[in-house]
């Protein structure tokens, strides 16, 4: 069958920008609310994925597994944030990716614990045994399934949640006390606001999200690499945001459907000459051109508004 056609294919791209969405949602509360410069978001997303690969290989199930991701994230951002917030923002974003660096070459050296450079191995296996009951529950109704339809679908439902509950928290004080943050710390201090809690909380619930992105992330993929939580995953997220537009919930979740569908198209495209890892690469110079279309003709993204860019932070 035709790869633009095969639906497991597009199954399994869809699935890629569910976690993506999901894993922008946490770097939109970061920077789009609370103005945090967050270069090391893609640190979060390993910590929640090797949690959660280590969970199951320990024989806990998806259940359990899920919280102590998610835990595991939210007390990384807070100890990243505990020192590091209080710096100026250009400070923090290098102080966030040196972070993230950190968590990688860890990961790659803690060979014991989590495979180093050969990969934590059979990461997934509980998951794809449940994967497989679900599908078999289908069989035996008369319905038959592309086994990757129950992630697909779990992580939509999920990426849905996320965004409904910042919708929700969008519309309270906290969201409002985070933009007066966001806009003039200063101010937002001498009305009485806890300034460096507000933030501290903020990147606690990012990092969350991102830790619940490396949960599906682990369920997708059988072996964990250090390689898969290089900066670019970050920068990457950051097209998206820019993309979909700064304060928009919406926005993301269409900015990672369209970058993902963005790289897989490029797939297919034939350029004459051109090895696949230089094809690659144009992939990016492609994504790269339209976000430099976007901040020249309509630099509040596809769904933002103008009003939310704050890129002289």
């Known amino acids: 069958m035709d790869p633009l056609l095969a639906f497991g294919f597009w199954a399994f791209v869809l699935t890629v920008a569910g976690v993506f969405a999901i ?7 970061e920077v789009g609310d609370a103005g945090l410069i967050n270069f090391g978001h893609v640190a979060f997303m390993a910590i929640g994925a090797y949690a959660m690969g280590l969970a199951l290989i320990a024989g806990y199930p998806v259940w359990l597994g899920v919280p102590w991701a998610l835990i595991c994230g939210a ?5 990243l944030g505990i020192p590091t917030l209080r710096l100026r923002a250009d400070y923090f974003a290098i102080t966030s990716i040196a972070a993230a660096e950190i968590v990688r070459i860890t990961i790659l050296n803690e060979q014991e614990t989590t495979g180093g450079s050969l990969g934590l191995r059979q990461a997934s296996g509980p998951w794809r045994d449940f994967n497989d009951d679900v599908l078999a529950f289908f069989s035996d109704l008369g319905i038959g399934l592309d086994r990757r339809v129950p992630l697909l679908v779990m992580v939509w439902v999920a990426a849905g949640l996320v965004a409904l509950l910042l919708w929700y928290l969008g519309k309270t004080p906290w ?3 985070l933009r007066a943050v966001r806009e003039n ?15 501290l909380q903020a990147l606690a619930l ?9 949960v599906f992330f682990t369920l997708q993929n ?10 670019i995953v970050t ?5 998206i945001l820019i993309l979909g537009g700064f304060g928009s919930y919406l926005g993301v ?8 569908f963005i790289f897989a198209g490029t797939r297919f495209l034939d350029f004459p000459g051109l090895e696949s890892d230089e094809v690659a690469a144009l992939r990016l110079v492609v994504i790269g051109l339209i976000i430099m279309a976007l901040m020249a003709f309509r630099p509040q993204g596809l769904f933002g508004k103008k009003e939310e860019l704050h890129l002289d932070a």
């Open 75 to 79: 007390v990384a951002g807070v100890l």
């Open 222 to 231: 059988t072996t964990l690499f250090p390689e898969n939580f290089e900066p």
């Open 185 to 199: 710390e200063e101010a937002a201090a001498a009305v009485g606001k806890p300034v460096f809690a507000y933030k």
């Open 253 to 260: 979740v269409v900015g990672a459907i369209v970058i993902s």
């Open 175 to 177: 969201r409002r006390v």
């Open 235 to 239: 920068f990457l997220a950051f097209a």
């Open 23 to 29: 894993f922008t949602l946490g770097l939109q509360v």
């Open 206 to 214: 990012g990092s969350a999200i991102a830790a619940l992105a490396g």
